[in-house]
């Protein structure tokens, strides 16, 4: 079952929603909202990467798909770190640009199947929700065998709002 036949439609009508990886953003377009790509290519440019989350302009969440840099990076401890890494950084740059200033916006880490790295973006996400909980932020983390373009649409909703620094399944 998709996004749209699970949530109202037009749930993030007007929504700018940033993803990592763009097959991370279909469930969020089919209910409306536009998603605007924020890669984290590697070697990670902090500063390239401070600058195109700054020219997205005003944005409601982020969705950063560690799976995505997980296997990109081949798996293992490289995939570790290229999925911690790349996730935290892209969140960083979009926080610093836009969800700081607006005192609101919305972080989902998405796990891959891989138990470490999953363990790592569900510590990830804890220890952001309490860090950036005093600017409005709402992080949470997703695990594969959760992932449905359901959940990730209702985390990024208003609805999400009150499960800041909550893990979905289990890794």
Do not use: Q
């Not at 089919?30 to 924020?38: C, E, I, N, R």
């Amino acid at each position: 079952m998709d996004a749209a036949d699970l949530l109202k439609p037009g749930l993030l009508e007007g929504a700018t929603i940033a993803v990592t990886d763009e097959a991370a953003g279909a469930g969020l377009r089919d209910l409306g909202a536009s998603t605007p790509l924020l890669a984290a290519a590697f070697p990670l440019d902090d500063d390239a990467l401070a600058a195109t989350a700054a020219a997205l302009g005003p944005a409601d969440a982020i969705v950063c798909d560690g799976r995505a840099l997980f296997d990109a990076a081949g798996g293992g401890l490289p995939g570790l770190r290229a999925a911690a890494d790349g996730c935290f950084a892209a969140a960083r740059a979009l926080v610093n640009a836009a969800f700081i200033p607006a005192a609101r916006g919305k972080v989902v880490l998405l796990a891959p199947d891989d138990a470490a790295t999953a363990a790592a973006l569900e510590n990830t996400a804890r220890t952001l929700s309490i860090e950036w909980a005093r600017h409005g932020i709402v992080v949470t983390c997703v695990h594969a065998r959760a992932r449905s373009d359901a959940l990730i649409a209702f985390l990024c909703s208003p609805a999400g709002d009150y499960h800041s620094g909550c893990a979905f399944g289990e890794a």
